[in-house]
């Protein structure tokens, strides 16, 4: 006997069970369209890093030491031979060899060159200094004195003589400098009534050059013991009110650049 079948499963639809639950939910939820992405940019190139000062290669110090020994023993070999000292002797007295010597100074104009910016550089500083640290300008003016003699300012002559290259522009500079110094500091005197008013730089140049240096052609080399005896004695011929009355007219730097002297 056949059992009855229930009305109600009858009743109910057929429905295939999907195989994949995933995919069902999926479809079940609402969709939600994704934000568009921006465009990608191409990142700027990279800076090249910039080296420190710190890293900057540096002379070394003894090739420091070494240049400042030759044009101090080159300037010495100057006043004492002209700028046509050998080369072996400047050698010599800075305690070098001549390959060290070519190494920084390849022939005899370079170095006459760098010996005359380095002499200017240092009177320079003794005049701006003397002005500046001096009681009054008379004080200011012999002390400058004396220490351009022991910068051996005749080792500036080479300047005055032909084929130097005196329109080179680190040598107008130097020039502009000295010069600005030097007025200064007389104009300052005379300006104080300190220093007579008939005098120029020129003669006050001219003087140092001729008392600081011994003279050419002769065996008096040993005069540095007298140098600063005499400048001393110039120095006060220098004094306000003058004593004398100077002939001619005051000497420029002009006057010495014409090679009149």
Do not use: W
């Not at 420091?64 to 004492?80: G, P, Q």
């Not at 300008?137 to 220490?147: I, M, N, W």
């Not at 009355?245 to 650049?257: I, K, M, N, Q, V």
């Amino acid at each position: 006997m056949k059992r009855p079948t229930s009305t109600a499963t009858a009743a109910r639809p057929a429905v295939e069970p999907d195989a994949d639950p995933a995919r069902a939910r999926a479809q079940a939820q609402p969709q939600v369209q994704a934000p568009a992405r921006a465009p990608v940019q191409a990142s700027p190139a990279p800076t090249p890093a910039r080296l420190p000062a710190a890293d900057v290669p540096r002379p070394r110090a003894d090739a420091v030491r070494n240049r400042e020994r030759i044009l101090t023993a080159a300037r010495e070999a100057f006043v004492e031979f002209g700028s046509a000292a050998p080369f072996d002797e400047v050698a010599r007295r800075a305690g070098i060899g001549n390959a060290t010597l070519y190494r920084h100074f390849p022939d005899r104009p370079t170095l006459v060159h760098h010996v005359v910016l380095f002499t200017m550089a240092r009177v320079t500083a003794s005049a701006e200094a003397s002005l500046a640290e001096e009681p009054d300008a008379f004080a200011a003016l012999c002390r400058f004195t004396h220490e351009a003699a022991d910068e051996r300012i005749g080792a500036l002559c080479p300047m005055l003589s032909d084929g130097f290259d005196g329109e080179h522009p680190e040598l107008l500079a130097a020039g502009t400098a000295l010069e600005a110094a030097v007025v200064t500091l007389l104009a300052t005197g005379q300006d104080a009534g300190l220093v007579r008013a008939d005098i120029g730089v020129g003669d006050l140049m001219v003087a140092l050059s001729q008392l600081s240096r011994p003279l050419p052609g002769t065996a008096c080399l040993d005069t540095d013991r007298f140098a600063h005896r005499h400048l001393q004695l110039f120095l006060d011929g220098l004094r306000a009110p003058a004593r004398s009355e100077l002939p001619g007219s005051a000497a420029t730097l002009d006057d010495l650049r014409q090679k009149t002297m």
